[in-house]
Each structure stands twice: as structure tokens, then as C-alpha cells.
């Protein structure tokens, strides 16, 4: 939620860096009010293709730092110029019930609220057939674990209930 004419921005981040899932995870980002192109979220294209490990994670707020952060089998966070330079930006203008979807691996960003209404937005995140739980022993965001998940098996369980 970014209240009219918020400055706040978040920076360039791969949602895998808060999650503890490896493989095909979708984020469904719907508009639940109008976003004018010069608000809408930021996506690097083809940045889900890159074949290198998962980022530390970053806070949103870029003076704060995560305390207890995932760790196993990731790097820090390239540079956010080398970011920019190295994929193209896209991004959609989007009415309400509009969703853009994109996978955990994608670089995607957003400016600030430069419309002179609220712009609010919900994510909800699928996993695919193919995700594996990481039981890393450090803290997701959000810090969820599910119930009764073993290292490496299928995430399926109360919290993560499987959609048919
Ligand atoms: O809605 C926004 O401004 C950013 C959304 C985002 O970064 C996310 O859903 O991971």
C-alpha cells in the first residue's frame, strides 16, 4: 500500500531472497486501485533466466538490515546499477483486478506514488509441482515454515495448501 503521493520506493529484489522455496514460484501482484504508468512496479526483463544463486536478502527500508536472514547457498545482491544496465525495465500501467505475474527469480522494483490516489496491491504467490522446502536455518519474510516440512521434500502442508 503506498499512500497518495508517497516518495517510498522499493528497491530492485528477486522474491526469492525473502522465501524459503526452491523452483517455480509465481507471484500473482493484482492492482486494487488504478496505477498510472509512471507508478507501476518495475520488472527486469528475462531476469528470471539467470543461472547464478539466489540473493541475500535486502530490507526495503535500506537503512535497516535483516538480522537473521537466509543464508544457505546465496550471494550478496549484485549492485543495483549493474541491475539496471543489465536487463531492460518493463512495466504496465494497470486498472483494478489487473494482475502482472512473474516468477521469484525476477528483478522487479517500484517508484514512488506519484498518483494523487492510494495505490494498493496484494500479491499472492503460487508454487509450482516442482518446489522444494528449504529449511535454512535462518528467517524468512514472511516467516512462515508450515507445518511438519522436511529439507528438500514438497512444501505441502496446512499453510501452503495445495489449489486444484
Ligand atoms: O507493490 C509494490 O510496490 C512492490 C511489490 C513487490 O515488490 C512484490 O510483490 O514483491
Redesign the pocket.
Known sequence: M?AAGSRN??PW?E?AM?LRMNGTVL?F?IALDPVPIDSA?LFKRGSHHRDVPKSLAIH?DQSKAYADPLTRDRVPLTDFESIDQSFETVRWAAEPGDAVVFTQRTF????PNNASHI?R?I?FLLLADDVTFDADPGTSDPPFRGEGLVDGGAPQCASFPRIR
Not at 522487479?108 to 517508484?111: F, K, L
Open positions: 503506498k520506493i522499493v529484489h522474491d525473502y507471484n501482484w512496479v526495503f522487479h522494483a517500484s517508484p495505490r496491491a500479491g
